[in-house]
């Protein structure tokens, strides 16, 4: 192991290029951002990809927005009606024009945002602003065609809920969250996407509020030009208006003692998900890097608990765990899929010890040198072309409104130290937040 | 170009030939920041004995996810950790592929660790424990009671490539994984993994003397003959041959059907049948045609594909991954899950007297509409805007280093030098009668295996409705169907009749997939050259 150490300083060179101060950065290519005076944000990342260019367009809203009762999963239904055409293009002639640009397009949601995206020839991207410029401006769906899209959303249901992971997750958020809107699943429930057909004037008000350009980034990475790029931006989307609506999200409050969940399934590998309330994300202050360091020395295949539980005693299939990144406070989640049901509470017990120990003994230099040295190379080699950037900038993007966010984000890991992580592991790992969910052929959860 | 599984003696000395030259596929890129090496060796699960069904795909996990003779497991996981580098192996039919990542700066570091994963590998007594127990698992459980498409997809494999080495899973049945000991694998590997049937692939940034200095000590490995198993060509069904597995607690019905064709990435006819696909399925394409009918007019399910070759793991990639390629291809249609007759029931009063789903009507729209192209043909204008749309889509399936260095590696298993730039000229110099042609001669709608995965509520019902031909009206809920068209409700009523050519439909209880093969029932078949027409 003594030859690594040389190692980390060479780390260095192996991601970066341009400027001085680009060569401090993670993404070693200039992210160019102009705002437009509706306040709409575009971003520029030139990269050497001939001929191919990715466009994405962020708009900052998904299920964490929706706030009225019995629209769970309307912001993910909404990114459906998208594709419903406008005046211009009609529902059928936009799936011509689509089909003639020759990308790879789709667009998908998540707790905090919606995303769509293109990638395709660099040659294209006057009618890619052009499609999506008509269609963020100008949606105009007809009633029966929204109708009959709520069929695909049930459909989609349909399938996801086959996997036994789904149907728990939809349980450990409503038992996790009492007021915040993270207590339904992306998806939604069931029974309102049933009622979906019957929502024709809340869609368009959910139009009305948040696909206006103070919600939304476009991001554009590869064979492009800043110049390009702004000029498009100002003849297709100039003239978009902003609107005011502000989202109001309810704080969710404080849990004092831990939740259970618990699937009976017979025929499907045990399952435990431990989550602890964790913190919204932030470039700016040090917790959730903090957290991502430390998840990573915790359950990755180099931490000792894999080492135990994976590789030497084989009680578990898998372990991970990691926080997610979201606008507000959401879950630390471990997952560990248990090869008998009955080392489900050993299990919990290791990983709660683990947890504990990371309370009070500081991880030694190395491991911390050598996971900050795993993030970065892991990032510099995803890398390698224009989607998997616009996919990583998009997601700082919807998270703090400003995709240099990425390299704070990044430089922020260089700067964790072993105190911070301990005084994270005593902020976060507490009972009292608990949500176990638990999945095996018994009647009731055996954890505690 | 002719079809390699049909000169199978041709075929045998050609890959021995290219073998013992140790073919290699370089991707220099002076500006990347890492090396990739692709290792493609010549078997797959086809070369799994019989009774030991998923000993290649144990092989490959214990090389990719085992120790060496110098180092374990937890030692390799320690090394590779800090560089973020990465050993990984992938079986498919007839190719283990074993991909190594890692940045350029410490790739002369992890050279040696790659190099003993590859030519030593320990395989210890606790890695196989592990390995196997996940294997299991996995035949046993996972594949019944995780994703219903994936699993219908598999079920699919098992019916059309019946009696074959095509027949199971990657991951074996779940009788034979039971039998699989340590010194099988250790046969296995000796007689398999040899110098003599590996193709290298090595992509991105890498010194002068890394291939000649790869090329020399992979000669460490077996020097067994090359001994490849030739894949089996799949018989037609006779009819519609349907298979419904039914299981508990499944809200949807999960349909695919296929059949086999003679024709492959090799055969320069491929592009016309690529543009014929992607115009009646293209994966995940709003524009596509049954995706339209089925999805965006009648609100049915998700989504409605069809293939021309094996897709892996469809439900979670938007374009095709590279290193699945196959001698024995089939036409699919992937319908996705539609509603089950229990679950409208409960969603809608107006619903309560129905006894079947949407399964048997999606399956008439999907045939009835394939068959009506393949009558018809294309229109100009729908071959000149998919030709298009292929020429630029299929530059999107190789954007990073590793799926360029996969997507060669797969055209030299086709005879091929380069596929994509290959097609390209191929789709630029296609008219309109080749697609045409080629549907006429590829296609056909009389012959097809079918399965279903759907809930026992489901399969009787369903059954009875499939063997008989009986109707199969849309059953709308009230909201819906007062926003459907005339033309729509009236073409219905054209597809809820459509006689489909059913000759037989069995049920299948989940616990029974993927046990042994000899314990199902064979479908009625003939050879292919018959009911192809060819």
Redesign the interface.
Known sequence: ?K??IP??I??C???ISGTPDQAKKILPYPILQKKMDNGLNVVTVPY??P??AAFYIVVRAGSRDEIEAGHTGFAHFFEHMM?RGTDKYP?EKY??V???????A?ANTSLDRTLYHM???AD?LELMFELEADRFQNLNYS??????????V??????N?????VQLNEKIQETAFKNHTYGHTTMGYFKDI?DM??QFDYSREFFNRFYRPEYSTIIVVGDVTQDKVNALAQKYFGNWKPGSYVSKVAAEEPQNEARYVHIK?A???PYMDINYKGPAFSDERMDMPALDVMCSILF???SDL??KL???E?KC?FINGGAQDSRDPYLISIGASV?KAEDMQYVKDEIVKALENAKTTPFDAKII???K???K??F??GI?????IAESLSAYTWLTGDPESINRTYANYEKVTAEDMMSAAKKYFTPSTLTIGTISPEETASVK | MKKLYMIPAAVFCLLALTASAQEVVELKQPSSNKVVVKLMFRNGSISDPAGKEGLTDITTSMIADGGTTKMTKSQIDDALYPWSASIGAGVDKEVSIFTFQCPSAYMSQFYPIMMDVMTSPAFSQDDFARIKSNQQNYVDEVIRSSSDEEYSKKALEDYLFRGTNYQHMVQGTSMAVKSITLDDVKAHFKNYFSVKNVMIGVAGNYPADFISKLKGDLAKLGSAPAAIAQPVKPKMPVGLQVEIVQKDNALGSAICMGFPIDITRSDDDFAALMVANSWLGEHRKSYSHLYKKIREERSMNYGDYTYIEWYDNGGQNMLPPPGVPRHSNYFSIWIRPVQTATGLKKQYQELSSISVGHAHYAMRMALKEMQTVIDKGMSKEDFEATRTFLKSYMKLYIQSTERQLGYLMDSRFYGRKDYITEMNALLSSLKLDDVNAAMKKYWQTQNFYVTIVTDKSEAEPLKKSIEANLPSPMSYSNVLKGSLSEEILNEDKSVEGYSLNVKNVAIINSEDTFKQPEHRHNPEQVTPEIKSGK
């Open positions: 192991m030859r690594l190692v980390l060479l780390i060179a192996v991601s050497p990809s001929g191919l594709f529902n799936s011509e689509l089909k003639s640009t020759g990308a790879s789709n990638t395709g020839s294209k009633v029966d065609g929204f109708k009959t899209e709520a069929g695909a049930k459909g989609e249901y349909t399938k809920s086959a996997s036994p992971y049933v057909p019957n399934k025929g499907f590998p990755s295949e180099k894999y080492k994976v590789l030497q084989q299939r090869v040198s050598e996971t040295m795993h993030l190379n892991r510099a080699m390698d072309n224009p989607t998997s």
